[in-house]
């Protein structure tokens, strides 16, 4: 169903050619205030039900088969709700229900998803990027602006204008369940810069960008998808630490904050109340205080740490009241739309800040470009999503990450014609690791330790291991997310132990760097290289170190004992 009339096609057409090129440009928080013609004319035609419906996200999948990918529809044709959030799927499949999705709705519709590393995050066939924890080991923050961009080009293909992106949290706490290897690291600063970086590449391409948790989700020991997390911390170093990224991201012109569900009494005294819910915090802090006027997305209202203490619809109700300008995946539309519908007839809601944000989510649209949207061309979409230029970077960001914690001169001494052992712990496959270091080594033999190994299995293995001159390591987290700690059982995390603390060990670690505090042996290592995740790229970015075709540049981006701190890294040989 078309939104306007057809004595208004060639004033659209003209406003659409307008923005299209408009949306091309480097994109800021302050556009979003700016008069615009398109926005006032859509806002007057809206009645009070559309209005609140614009402020609202829904969840989207292409995993869960034709009746939930109707149930979508039907929400969106009746509804009318402003935006959606995709999850998990495939990008044919999810640009084939965008397209459907968009006909469907009377306002074209805002399309986002969590893409911190890229559309990998949540779409199957396509790029992923290097966690932001890799990213934070990287010295060069032109690579994360460019890395933007690319991801921005994808999101654009996708028929996508919104990355819930970047993580801007600040990862002081090891033991953190939910943010960890989403973080760029430990250091205020370089989170900072890093996430800066990210975001001005995104938007650089006209996509419009969300930094997250506000006011920092990066200690705390409960996953707010779970529970509600306590922040016990001063305001004094709230303001310092954890807010200092996002005081940095809203100076250089981000366009959006998505706010954590966290209790933080120093901000706010309100007994289970959830930062998204607090007038203090959302915009006393995040709009008075720090000055943002860009969009303000509450994190997803579905989660426990909201719905465990305020059920129903009353949190949609606070949450606006509180500041926030969008509410993701609310519980239920229908019952936030009358809630919010009944807040406002009583003057619960301001009319006039109501007024504002749905304003500020138009022109959010038509920033980018969505005054009158292009249908996804569906084909070649796979190639252009796996463009060998894309795939090129992907591996030079790896290559810029990769960091030799130890041991430069004995990557030096390194013998091609010893007998060398290729290990891999954690695994039940053969590695690329191990077979492109093959060719390398005269005389060599491929090993593994999996987590299923018997202690009878490693001790034999440990035996056989004594054969060989040089043994070189790669220590795997074979699991989706490489979280904080292995999930290794005893006998092979001592098996871990012994292997790597060996005089003749070059370990490589393709996980969480936080992982290497549980293992004291690999501080004997001959030599510790922090590889940070288990991918193809990082693999071959350990080969060309220990093969001695490229030097590692990388440094620590978090500390992870008192041996090895941030900023650590040999960088030269």
């Known amino acids: 169903m078309s939104f306007f009339s057809k004595s208004s096609c060639l004033i659209c057409l003209c406003l659409f050619l307008s923005a299209t090129v408009f949306a091309q440009k480097p994109i800021a928080a302050n556009q979003l205030s700016q008069q615009n013609h398109w926005v006032d004319s859509v806002f007057k035609k809206l009645n009070r039900h559309d209005r609140v419906a614009q402020l609202l996200m829904v969840r989207a999948h292409t995993n869960k088969g034709v009746a939930y990918e109707d149930s979508v529809a039907q929400v969106i044709q009746n509804e009318h ?144 998808h779970q529970d509600l997390p306590l922040l016990p911390f001063t305001k004094e170093r709230l303001d310092t630490l954890e807010m200092y990224p996002f005081e940095e991201a809203i100076k250089a012109g981000i366009t959006g904050i998505m706010v954590a569900h966290m209790n933080i009494p120093a901000l706010d005294t309100t007994a289970h109340l959830p930062s998204t819910l607090s007038r203090p915090i959302v915009t006393g802090e995040l709009k008075d205080r720090l000055g943002f006027k860009g969009l303000v997305v509450s994190d997803a209202m579905e989660m426990k740490g909201v719905t465990k203490y305020f059920p129903n619809s009353e949190a949609d109700v606070m949450a606006l009241n509180a500041g926030n300008d969008i509410l993701e995946l609310t519980e239920n539309s229908v019952r936030a739309v009358a809630a919010i519908k009944k807040a406002i007839r009583k003057r619960v809601i301001n009319k006039q800040e109501f007024f504002a944000k749905v304003k500020k989510v138009l022109a959010a649209k038509y920033l980018a470009g969505l005054n009158h949207p292009a249908e996804i061309n569906l084909q070649n979409l796979y190639a252009d999503l796996n463009a060998e230029p894309a795939k090129k970077f992907n591996q030079d960001l790896s290559d810029a990450a990769i960091t030799l914690i130890k041991g430069n001169s004995e990557i030096a001494r390194l013998n091609p014609l010893q007998k060398t052992a290729l290990l891999a712990i954690g695994t039940d496959k053969i590695t690329p690791f191990q077979t492109n270091l093959q060719p390398w080594f005269a005389s060599n033999d491929v090993f593994l330790a999996p987590k299923t190994a018997s202690a009878a299995e490693l001790n034999l293995l440990l035996n056989q291991l004594k054969n060989y001159t040089q043994v070189i390591v790669g220590v795997f987290d074979t699991r989706a997310r490489p979280y904080n700690k292995l999930d290794y059982k005893a006998d092979l995390q001592n098996f871990t132990n012994q292997v790597t603390a060996s005089a003749k060990s070059i370990t490589t670690v393709f996980a969480n760097p936080y992982t290497i505090s549980a293992f004291s042996g690999m501080e004997k290592s001959y030599a510790l290289i922090a590889g940070y995740q288990n991918s193809p790229e990082m693999q071959q970015s350990a080969v060309k170190v220990i093969t001695k075709q490229m030097k590692p540049i990388g440094t620590l981006p978090v500390n992870i004992n008192a041996n090895f701190i941030f900023g650590m890294g040999i960088v030269s040989r």
């Not at 640009?95 to 199957?124: C, F, H």
């Not at 890093?194 to 989700?217: C, D, N, R, V, W």
């Open 81 to 224: 709700i402003g935006g959606l959030v995709f999850f998990q799927g495939g990008p044919v499949r999810q640009a084939t229900l965008t397209n459907r999705y968009q006909k469907l709705s009377r306002i074209p519709l805002l399309v986002a998803m969590d893409g911190e590393w890229g559309l990998g995050m949540r779409l199957d066939s396509t790029i992923s990027f290097p966690y932001q924890m890799t990213l934070g080991a990287i010295k060069d923050n032109n690579l994360i602006y460019k890395m933007g961009q690319f991801v921005a080009k994808d999101f654009k293909r996708m028929g996508m204008q919104m990355n819930f992106a970047p993580d801007m949290d600040v990862n002081n706490n090891p033991n953190n369940p939910v943010i960890g290897f989403r973080s760029f690291g430990d250091s205020k600063i370089n989170v900072a810069k890093k996430g800066i970086a990210y975001m001005q590449g995104m938007q650089s391409e006209g996509i419009l960008t969300t930094a997250k948790h506000f006011p920092g989700h990066g200690d705390t020991d409960v996953d707010s």
